[in-house]
Structure formats: structure tokens, C-alpha cells
């Protein structure tokens, strides 16, 4: 497990910015060994230099990774000014989404919390949750009481999520079923960076934003990452 860096209400204090929270979520099991794992990392790698490059969002996007399987926290949230890199990913294990989900999420609120302490205004926090299979080796009743959780924050807008299935075992079917109101988008082979290139482009655009207004994300750029 790579070294985890929790960064407390100081940096909120040294760097009031609105922050962007986004979790990532990504499916490391044994299945996704090989050039999977290795297009995933470069993908990650492209996510970071791009918000890095980003003056706006190198100050505002706070990125956290989660993986599983086992459910993992790798990187908890901060912004690239804190931690540059992100950590390298390793597949292994099974498929404990809902360990996973519940970990992301409750890695938000504690970081939402912080914000608030600290007087630091946030934008809706993001979830990217990606896996190229099925649930397995968790607990189903965890699995469910995460997917109500993931829908009532959707529903009440405390959350955007883009849940994305990678290659033809993917379960759509449970992915769909964390986002009622969005279907989930499959990935187009192993274009992890297309995808991150989109992400970061996006994430940028909100940083720019007031924190509270509507912003339009670029859908007709899905176009070069997902099967639609």
C-alpha cells in the first residue's frame, strides 16, 4: 500500500481557494492486471499533470483515490500544490466495491468537514467510480446500503457521479444502479487517458466557476472515450 497523506486545516488555512473534491474510485483487482493497470496508472499520471498545468485548478481540484480490491485509502484528499504525484496502482485481489464506496464517501465528509471549520467554501464534490467487472468479495448489504447512500446524495445534489465500466465484463446493471438518474458510460477499450483528459478538462471548467452555480460539462467530449 503506497504512503497515505492526510492533510489537515492547516493547507485550508494557507490556501483558502474554493476547493473541487474528487474521488476516484478504481477497480485494482487481480483482473486488472497486466496493460490494464498500466493504462490506468498513465492514465492517473495525465489527470495530475493536467490539473497541475491548470493555475485555477492546481489550487482548488483536492483529488483522493481509492482502490479496491481490498478497498484501500491510497491517496487522501488534497490539491496537487500539496501532493504532486499520485501514487502508482498495483492490481490484486477481488472486487469489494461497496467497501470501497463507503470508504470514498466517508473520506468526503471528513473532509467536508474540515471545510467547513475552516470557512473554505466546495463545490459539488465528484465520485468516478470504475470497474471492469462485478462486485465480489464484499458484503452485499454493504454493497446496497452504499448504492441508497451514493443515490440520496445524488438526489438532495451533494454529489455527481460518473460511474464508467471497463471492457465487456464490466456490470453495467450495478452501475447503473449508484447513478438512477445518469447511465453509466462504458469505456472505450483501455482509453484511460482520453477519459482523465476529459476529467481534468472538466474539473478545470467548475474551478473556474462560482461555487454554487450550474456549470455545463463538455458531454459532446465523451464522445472520444466512451461507447455511446
Not at 482502490?67 to 499520485?86: C, I, S, Y
Not at 440520496?152 to 446493471?173: C, H, N, Q, W, Y
Not at 481534468?200 to 459532446?220: A, I, M
Amino acid at each position: 500500500m503506497s504512503e497515505i497523506m492526510k492533510i489537515g486545516a492547516e493547507d485550508l488555512f494557507d490556501n483558502p481557494t474554493p476547493r473541487v473534491p474528487v474521488a476516484l474510485c478504481l477497480d485494482c483487482s487481480g483482473s486488472m492486471r497486466g496493460v490494464p493497470i498500466n493504462e490506468l496508472n498513465a492514465g492517473v499520471r495525465m489527470f495530475y499533470q493536467a490539473i497541475d498545468e491548470d493555475e485555477i485548478a492546481r489550487f482548488s481540484a483536492e483529488i483522493c483515490i481509492v482502490t479496491f480490491g481490498p478497498a484501500e485509502l491510497e491517496a487522501d484528499f488534497a490539491t496537487l500544490d500539496v501532493r504532486p504525484q499520485p501514487p502508482v496502482l498495483s492490481a490484486s485481489g477481488n472486487t469489494p466495491m461497496g467497501e470501497a464506496v463507503k470508504l470514498s464517501l466517508d473520506s468526503l465528509e471528513h473532509r467536508k468537514e474540515l471545510y467547513k471549520e475552516s470557512g473554505v467554501d466546495y463545490y459539488q464534490p465528484w465520485l468516478v467510480l470504475m470497474t471492469d467487472g462485478k462486485p465480489y468479495g464484499g458484503s452485499p448489504e454493504q454493497l446496497n446500503r452504499q448504492i441508497d447512500r451514493v443515490a440520496r446524495m445524488v438526489e438532495s445534489r451533494k454529489l455527481t457521479v460518473f460511474p464508467i465500466g471497463i471492457g465487456p465484463e464490466a456490470d453495467m446493471g450495478t452501475l447503473q444502479r449508484f447513478s438512477p438518474g445518469r447511465s453509466p458510460l462504458r469505456l472505450q477499450g483501455l482509453k484511460f487517458s482520453e477519459f482523465f483528459s476529459w476529467l481534468s478538462k472538466s474539473v478545470s471548467r467548475v474551478s473556474q466557476s462560482t461555487p454554487g452555480d450550474k456549470v455545463t460539462l463538455d458531454f459532446e467530449g465523451i464522445r472520444g472515450w466512451a461507447e455511446l
